[in-house]
């Protein structure tokens, strides 16, 4: 697959992340044709969104907001790497650098992903008081993706000590 199909697909899933993101903590709801869209952040139900005061949506899009920066930003690095491919620069420093940074964006972005709901009901609760009910819940899309990124962040580390031995080596001859 070329380097540009991806980098293209990147940044169509970056794209895609905002506008669901915007979707999400705003009153729009998109429509096709007759049918609308229904588009909520995690743990809030389409009817919830709606009744929320713009204080409370703020508080909502601020700390959904953080694990989709820190996303945002390994989707960046991950996009510097994909042009240190294409000049062919596959172990150098700086795109092991830049694979170990998306591989820690996306791992923080995950956490960050699943403390978010229990800390927002929290934010809500301490706004207007109410119900004192926390929820917690853990996919396993989430935990794969935990998985995968220490993976990831274990090739690096494999890719740079590889680098490190085909330098010593070609001192040697």
Known sequence: MKISLIR???????????????????RFTPAIGGISIDITGEGVSGAARLAMSARQRAIGAALAGVPLLVLGYGLWRLDQLLRNFRRRDWFTPQSIGHLRAFAGATLASTLLTMIEPPARALAFWLLAGGERHLSAAIRSEQLILLLVCGLFYLVTRLMQEGSRLAAENEAFI
């Open 8 to 26: 293209a697909f990147l940044w169509l899933c970056v794209a895609v992340q905002a506008t669901f993101f915007f979707f999400a903590w705003t």
